[in-house]
């Protein structure tokens, strides 16, 4: 069974991938920037555990949030479900396919069979829309292949699988609502929310206090790690191609503010744009230098990376207050 008809989104991004797959079952067709900055998407986190091989380097707000500030900006119905029964989980996603819902799910890729190199990642997000006796149809980001399919029982271990931002067979569907909310009042709600959010971290390992600090934490890791060569290549290629669109999703947001001043013609979008194109640039830079330190194994691409990354963290912090104080009278 595939629901017919259904048109896939063409993301970079899980999360804005599967979401934007139930959007075009709603003939709700936005960019993907365009999701991710009403999403209000951007942030920063700088993690480390013992019990990690290597420090995370985010560089967006928690999994889960996304999909719900769309759902809010658009006036849109997310039904959110959990549970801790494998068999409920699937029978519930089911009775939504029979009926001809796309259903947004949250996995662990390393489960999936499609892909290529897998790793533990509970945070990631795909939509469902078919099911066969051995497999189910899913549409995934470009790099993973777009539609594909993976076995039942290997969709359940994903769905089920346990650790950090992991969920209880989590799924969700949105609907639309009798009011829609113009696409350019809310842009400037968005931005504002997202860059006051951002410029009030709770604890110093987030938004521009988290760059900061991981300007000094990356010296230390170089300092502690026992495989520089597998880290920091693995941890480049997290910013640059793991789902981020590229420069830790800082391509998505430059493009999400070009588009916005596009449609509003604000000189502050018009601004931050620009400076979002400069610390985009920074960011590849690092992931650049992250690179070269683990084929070199020299502290000095590390330092160097840190000048930058103090850098980013100022240059974040300025064009952040600037979009804090955006409207649609100019």
């Not at 700088?46 to 809010?72: C, E, H, V």
């Not at 945070?123 to 993973?144: C, K, P, S």
């Not at 300007?215 to 191609?241: C, D, P, R, T």
Request: neutral net charge; contains cysteine; glycine residues 8%.
């Amino acid at each position: 069974m595939k629901i017919e008809h259904l048109k896939p989104f063409d993301g970079q991004h899980c999360e804005t991938t599967a979401t934007g797959t139930l959007l075009l079952q709603l003939g709700i067709e936005l960019s993907e920037p365009m999701l991710f900055g009403l999403g209000e998407g951007l942030g920063f986190i700088y993690w480390s555990m013992k019990t990690m091989d290597f420090p995370f380097i985010g560089g967006r707000i928690k999994t889960d949030l996304l999909t719900q500030n769309i759902a809010k900006n658009l006036n849109l119905e997310l039904t959110i479900e959990e549970t801790s029964s494998k068999q409920k989980a699937w029978e519930g996603v089911k009775q939504l396919l029979d009926s001809g819902q796309a259903v947004g799910l949250k996995l662990d890729c390393y489960h999936l069979e499609y892909f290529s190199d897998p790793f533990h990642f509970a945070g990631h997000y795909a939509a469902i829309y078919g099911y066969d006796h051995e497999n189910a149809f899913l549409v995934d980001t470009r790099q993973q292949g777009g539609q594909v399919k993976t076995s039942l029982k290997s969709l359940t271990l994903a769905r089920a699988e346990k650790g950090p931002m992991a969920s209880k067979n989590l799924y969700y569907t949105l609907k639309q609502t009798s009011k829609k909310n113009p696409l350019k009042e809310v842009i400037p709600t968005a931005i504002r929310n997202n860059a006051i959010e951002y410029l009030n971290p709770p604890i110093t390992n987030i938004a521009y206090k988290g760059i900061l600090k991981t300007s000094a934490e990356i010296v230390k890791w170089f300092n502690a790690s026992k495989n520089i060569g597998q880290e920091f290549k693995l941890s480049a290629m997290m910013m640059e191609k793991a789902g981020t669109g590229g420069a830790l999703f800082r391509n998505l947001y430059r493009d999400f503010l070009k588009e916005s001043y596009g449609l509003l013609k604000l000189d502050k979008l018009k601004a931050g744009y620009e400076s979002f194109a400069e610390i985009a640039a920074l960011w590849t830079t690092v992931s650049q230098l992250f690179e070269t330190v683990s084929e070199t194994k020299d502290v000095k691409y590390i330092e160097q990376a840190s000048g930058i990354l103090k850098t980013i963290s100022d240059k974040e912090k300025r064009t952040m207050e600037l979009l804090s104080t955006i409207s649609l009278s100019r």
